[in-house]
Every structure is written in C-alpha cells, then in structure tokens.
C-alpha cells in the first residue's frame, strides 16, 4: 500500500524555469516531510523539510509548500539548474520523532542547458 | 564529517545462495537504518536500531534477513537464502537522535543482483 506517491516519474525543465515536482500522500496522520535528491550511484540526500505547522519552508532556490487539506505537497526550484537533475524523493512521517519514514517512488528531474 | 560507509557497492549472487551487507554509520550517530529498494520504487525501511537495540524490523522478511548491530556501531545485514525477487539496491542511513532536521544521511548503497 503506497501511502505516498509521486505520480510523475520524469520532468523534464529549461535551465532557468521553475521546476514542480509534486507529492501526495494519503495517511492523514503524516506530520513532517522531507525531500531527498539521488544522483546515479549515490546515496539520497536530505534536501528540505517541512512540518504540518507551515505550509511553505525554503532554502535558497528550493521551496518546498505543504497543503494539508489535500495531502499534497511540492518542491519548487527557482531557477533551475543542470545540476539539479537527479531523481527527487518526498518521504512523510506521522511525527518526526517516530523517525520512521514512507518514501514516494521518486521523480527523475532533466534540466536541459 | 566522513560519510555512512557501506560494503561492497556490487554484488551478484545465484539465488539461494547467502549474501551480507555491511554499513559503518556516520560517528556518534545512534540510529541506523536498512532501506531496501527495488527499481522503479522509493526506498522501503526494513530494519530500524536504537544503538545496539532494534526498534523497528516489521517488514523485514525474518525468514531469510537478518540484521545485527553489535557494540552499536558498525551493522551488517543478511539475506539466506536470497531470491531473485531480492535484487535491489539496499541502503544503509543514520542520524543524530537530536538532529535539528530529522533528515537521515544514506550510504552509496549496495546493489544486489540474484540470478
């Protein structure tokens, strides 16, 4: 059971557009998100996170915007990079001190120079 | 800050054959996890140790993982006899119990092939 989903497997953006990478998760009682980015034969890295008492958290080029109300949530790059391209995870936990979290399937970001 | 290790970053295997896994967390880090994850998929928690101690092994398949955390350190984690439904890239990651994002670090991974 998929409680957390990311329905696009790939996006493909301009360098210096905006990216949208989007979340859903259906376990209301998911409290705090992350999201990671994987480079090919690396491990994930933590990029941003948010928690239920926000409904937008950023860092730099990164926003990440929480709705709960629809248990949806989006990680915008502003602007994006070729860098940036990587395979993007959102994960949710019911409460961060719980430490146990539900990854989505990820979503392969292309930005093209 | 040196990274979580694992070893060995590629291994193939015939199935029913065993196979093990090793992990050295980042220093000082007292939480260590085990995420399997197959292609096409998000990584999924196998196993979850406190220190030394385990918190979380509910999907682990204990009829052929194993897992093991002595002195609290280093894991090594095992899979006998393997199947090839088992070929996956398994992760390794640790955190501080009070890390200010919850955030884990992962290790590269080992990729695991059964055929």
């Known amino acids: 059971d998929q409680q957390v989903k990311q329905n696009s497997p790939s996006l493909s953006v301009q360098e210096g557009r905006i990216s949208i990478l989007n979340c859903d998760y259906t376990n209301s009682m998911f409290d705090y998100f992350l999201w990671y980015k994987k480079y090919p034969a690396e491990g994930p890295t933590f990029l941003i996170s948010?928690?239920?008492?926000?409904d937008k958290n950023e860092d730099g080029r990164f926003t990440v915007f929480l709705n709960k109300s629809a248990k949806h949530l989006s990680l915008h790059i502003v602007p994006s990079q070729p860098g940036d391209s990587a395979v993007y995870f959102c994960a949710a936990s019911p409460w961060p001190g719980f430490n146990k979290f539900y990854f989505g399937s990820g979503t392969k970001l292309n930005v093209k120079p | 800050e040196a990274g979580v290790a694992q070893s060995p970053r590629y291994k193939i295997i015939e199935k029913r054959q065993s196979v093990a896994f090793w992990c050295n967390p980042i220093?000082?880090?007292?939480?260590l996890y085990w995420y399997q994850q197959i292609l096409g998929q998000g990584p999924k928690l196998l196993i979850q140790?406190?220190?030394?101690?385990?918190?979380?092994d509910s999907q682990l398949p204990k009829d052929r993982f194993s897992a093991e955390r002595l002195k609290g350190v280093d894991s090594t984690l095992k899979i006998q006899p393997a199947k090839l439904e088992d070929s996956a890239v398994y992760l390794c990651a640790s955190r501080q119990t009070h890390s200010r994002n919850y955030g884990y670090t992962f290790g590269s991974g080992t990729r695991l092939t059964v055929v």
């Open positions: 220093s000082g880090h007292a939480t």
């Open positions: 140790f406190q220190n030394n101690g385990v918190v979380d």
């Open positions: 948010i928690s239920s008492i926000k």
